[in-house]
Each structure stands twice: as structure tokens, then as C-alpha cells.
């Protein structure tokens, strides 16, 4: 058993580490090895192997995660998509359904809407901000509810405590996508919430130079899931495993740079008289700013918004920002801006888009560590052209 740490940045630099130190060695070594002898394991999934996901990498970061969030266990995937789709299917079978918030990214919403549908997986989606509606929509085989802690990319705050509450209510798995708000920010297991997704790709590993993912929840939960994993097969490469777990060290002083940064940027947006709507949760005038602010310690480097003149506006604006670079994903230093319709959401049809409101003319940007004032100029001058 290792030591347990109080503060979460200092649980980022030293929860999981190896005690002692391999070798001395400061930095996690990579195990760049496929097979390890066996040492008398009695079950498939103890064997040391790189797909079964319990290399000295993997083992360190599972440790590190579940320490994050306060949670009991963790387990890391090849993608965020990856850890959605085995743990949805870790709990559901043809013939069972479930819920699951309206307004999701784009690949979890195709994920639910079409494969799963394809194999006899039912459905529901639910307005994750009127709880009263949710109870009509339960069935006898109901198993799960699965829900955003930020929506992608409208930044809707879903009643959080009511899904935690409603879960217990009626024996149902609560999933959590985590990724736009981070452990800095939010830890769902301590809310109550069963099972927290991320896609590490994005805040947790930082850089823009790894896929992955992770499911930190309930250690029973978790078991069932590493075992899916490993038959699946989406399990992730040392050396990918080494990049996450040096990037997650920077994740506390990158992440509360990103909620300084974005906060001051949305209120310039907000100020702009060529603005015409933004969404992020920090701002006063969010909807549902009081909720976020009560659940979260930060409100994320995530915010999107419309410029008035619709897309050709959008277009102009994006072509003349400098900084930001025009690109799928988030999370990174870098800022990373997109007009949601042509990347994240781009397999959803119109129909859907326009019953969600997500426009053609809806920006997404996600802020980095950039200076906020060279930001904010830049935004400025790009606006005005």
C-alpha cells in the first residue's frame, strides 16, 4: 500500500509511483516488453501482458488516477473512445437499455445512437437539466444512466447530484464523462457518481501527442471492466503510458492556468459587440453558472460561442485569429479552435444538430497556456477585421 497524499497536486507528482524507486531511477522507466515470466498466476487476467493492461505502466497510472478522483480503482484504455465503448458494453447486453444525456460529443452520441443500437442496446435520451422527466423514460431493463459533467461542446451543467441521487433510486450505473472539467476541477466519485471517462488524449496527458483513456471508479466496477478490456484489446502501449504519466504531472499548474485563462477570455467575448452568444459556465450569466459553481473548483479552459453573421462570420474570424491552431481535440497547451459541425459533431446529421443547437456558426475553442492577454488581443483584432 502506498502513502496517501492530501493535496491533489501532490498526488499527481507521487500517488502510484513505484516504492523503491526502480533502479533509483526518478522517471518511470518504460517496459517495452510484450510478455513477462510467470510467477505462478492463477487467473487469464494476472498473466504480465501488455494487452491484459497490468505492466509496471499501466499498474502506476491505474494507482495515480484512482488517487485523483478519491476513487478505489482505475483502468486505462487506447482512446477516450475506447473506455466508453467497453465500459457500456461491460454493463449492457442485447436487450438491456439505458439513458443517457442528449447532448454528448459526437462519437459517443454515434457510438449510442448507431453500434449500439445495431446489436440490440436500447436507448434513451434524456434533458440532463429536468430530472422530473427522467423517471417516464425507465423500463424494466433499464441499467445505466450516462452523463457529461460538461457538455461538448455547449457547456451545459447537467443536475448532477439528481442523476447520483436518481442512479441509486433505481439501481442504475452512473457514467460520467469527466474529460473538459478534469480531477482538478471536478472528482465525480466523490459526489457519488460509479464510474468517471476521460479521455486522457485531452487535459490529463496535456500535450497533443498521445490517444488515450481512462474509466476511475468503483473497484467491482472496475474489475468487470479491465476484464472486457482485455478481450476487447484496447489496451495502451507502454511508451503511450510513460507520455500520460509525465504529463499528468503538469496537470494541477496547466489546468488552474487554463480556468484563470478562460474565465478572463469569456469575459471579454461576453463584453465584445461582435459576439453574439457565448457558453461557458464560469460566467455569471450562464444558466446554470450557481450549479457549476457549487459542484466544481474550476470552470474548465472549454468555451464556445457565436459571432454575429453566421458562418461566414465564424470562418472569417477563425482564418484570422493567429494564435489558436485550427484543429480537432482540446486540452493541450496549445489553444485549439473548430467550428464544432466540421470536426467533433461532423457525424451527426442536420437534424440532430439543429434538435441540439449546435449551429454551423458555433465556435469551440480550447484555451492553452498561451499569455491570456496575447490571447485576448488576438481574439480582438480577428473580430474587428
Known sequence: MGKEYSHIETKLIHAGEP???????????????????????????????IRLNNTPNHIALHQKLAALENAEAAVVTSSGMAAISTTLLSFLSPGD???AQECLYGGTHELIAKDLSAIGISFDFIDGDAPDTWESKLRSNTKAIYVETMTNPLLQ??????????????????????????????????????LSLHSCTKYLNGHSDIVAGAVIGRENLIERITHKLNHLGGSLDPHA????????KTLAVRMKHQNESALKIAGFLESHQAIDKINYPGLESHPRHR????????????LSFEVKGGVEAAERFIRNTTLPIVAPSLGGVESLITRPVTTSHSGLSKKDLQILGISDSLIRVSIGIEATEDLIEDFDQALIK
Open 97 to 99: 437499455h439505458f439513458l
Open 157 to 194: 451543467i447537467a443536475d448532477l447530484k439528481a442523476v447520483v441521487e436518481f442512479a441509486g433510486s433505481h439501481k442504475l450505473i452512473s457514467m460520467i464523462d469527466n474529460t473538459f472539467t478534469s480531477p482538478i476541477n471536478f472528482r465525480p466519485s466523490e459526489l457519488g457518481f460509479d
Open 19 to 49: 516504492e523503491p524507486l526502480i533502479s533509483g531511477a526518478v522517471s518511470m522507466p518504460i517496459f517495452q516488453s510484450s510478455t513477462f515470466e510467470y510467477s505462478g498466476q492463477g487467473s487469464y487476467h494476472d498473466l504480465k501482458y
Open 291 to 302: 450549479r457549476a459553481a457549487d459542484l466544481f473548483d474550476g470552470f474548465s479552459g472549454m
Open 241 to 248: 503510458c510513460f507520455l500520460l504519466h509525465r504529463g499528468m
